[in-house]
């Protein structure tokens, strides 16, 4: 089993991070439903640098949520270093240093995968961050930049060489961004290539795509992302499969609404009513995706602005599916 933060042996996958997505609240209801750990929002080490307000709130942590690590972003080892240090304060299980991230935002400022074209500056950086903490330091990188520079193999080495406790490889480039599928000889190959634990990422949608992607990788570890998106169960799912065999079917409509409402009421305790509905229209949209006769409620899902609003959509939405 995966060797860190005291992992029950029936866990077996953790929360990727997602900006903008993978909250705090989110955070914890996944964890509720077994996930074995989660990475948070992906943090601007310059915006750390210069006190940003945003910054410190996206790297708090609560005890629901743990164990957890706070995911730096940066192109310079020398704010990388200080963000770090700044990040200690709000008691991380560990860093985790994004080096995949696709975003234009992100790679335009030489940072996410765009250190991947720079294994030498992406190298100092891991140094810097792991001789400045006394906690794990892992990195996540992709595949390459593109299909004419794979270099994931060669990345993970640099990793390892430089200090990383344990990797994350997303198994596409960064030119791919989300599709097609996910490469998982290249997350293989990675695996072969370190002895540092690897963790295998992309496209986990169901337990039996974790299944595969142990069993044909022979990775440590894998972490799902946008496959949690209005299924946070998922965990629950991949647990049961992989530690007795047991194919737990997904919740009813009633249950999936009942679990939207608790994912927004935590939200709402921690937002704010009028903050936290906006962020709830997102995900209720993923919650109700698929349901039967439902277009005009996700019409009404897309603009609710109170929690008593959502309720009552919420009802209405397991009365037309039961």
Same mark, same amino acid.
């Given at each position: 089993?995966?060797? #860190? ?13 997602? /900006? *903008? ?19 948070? %929002?992906?943090?601007?080490?310059? *915006? ?24 730096? #972003? ?12 700044? /990040?200690? %304060? ?26 991947? +074209?720079?294994?030498?500056?992406? *190298? ?22 593109? %299909? ?6 060669? #990345? ?17 480039? !960064? ?12 997350? +293989?190959?990675? +695996? ?25 990788? *022979? ?35 009633? %249950? ?21 509905? !906006? ?11 698929? =349901?039967?006769?439902?277009? +005009? ?9 109170? #929690?008593?609003?959502? /309720? =009552? ?10």
């Amino acid at each position: 089993m995966f060797p #860190f933060f005291n992992i029950p042996n029936n866990r077996f996958a953790a929360l990727a991070p997602m /900006a *903008g997505t993978a909250d705090s609240p989110f955070r914890e209801l996944c964890m509720s439903y077994g996930a074995a750990f989660c990475v948070g %929002e992906m943090v601007s080490a310059k *915006g750390v640098c210069f006190d940003d307000k945003k910054s410190k709130t996206l790297m708090n942590i609560t005890d629901g949520e743990r164990p957890c690590a706070v995911q730096l #972003f940066g192109s310079s080892p020398e704010d990388m270093t200080k963000a770090a240090s700044a /990040a200690l %304060e709000f008691s991380p299980d560990f860093i985790d240093i994004n080096m995949g991230c696709p975003a234009p935002k992100v790679v335009n400022n030489g940072c996410g995968s765009a250190l991947m +074209k720079d294994p030498v500056l992406a *190298g100092k950086i891991i140094r810097a961050v792991a001789d400045t903490v006394d906690i794990p330091v892992s990195v996540k990188f992709r595949k390459g930049w593109d %299909e004419n520079s794979v270099n994931c193999v060669e #990345f993970a080495k640099t990793a390892e060489a430089n200090g990383a406790s344990f990797i994350t490889i997303h198994g596409r480039t !960064r030119k791919q961004m989300y599709a097609p599928s996910a490469d998982l000889d290249a997350i +293989k190959a990675v +695996k072969q290539a370190v002895k540092i634990p690897v963790i295998g990422n992309g496209d986990i949608f169901s337990a039996a795509d974790a299944k595969r992607m142990y069993e044909y990788t *022979g990775c440590d570890f894998v972490m799902a992302g946008r496959g949690t998106l209005g299924a946070p169960w998922l965990f629950s799912q991949i647990n049961a499969l992989l530690e007795c065999g047991e194919e737990l079917p997904a919740p009813t409509v009633e %249950e999936r609404m009942n679990i939207m409402l608790r994912h927004a009421k935590r939200v709402c305790e921690i937002k704010g009513e009028r903050n936290g509905m !906006r962020e709830m229209r997102k995900h209720a949209l993923w919650y109700t995706k698929g =349901l039967r006769n439902s277009a +005009k409620l996700r019409d009404s899902f897309s603009t609710v602005s109170l #929690f008593s609003e959502l /309720a =009552l959509l919420a009802e209405a939405a397991a009365e037309q599916n039961r």
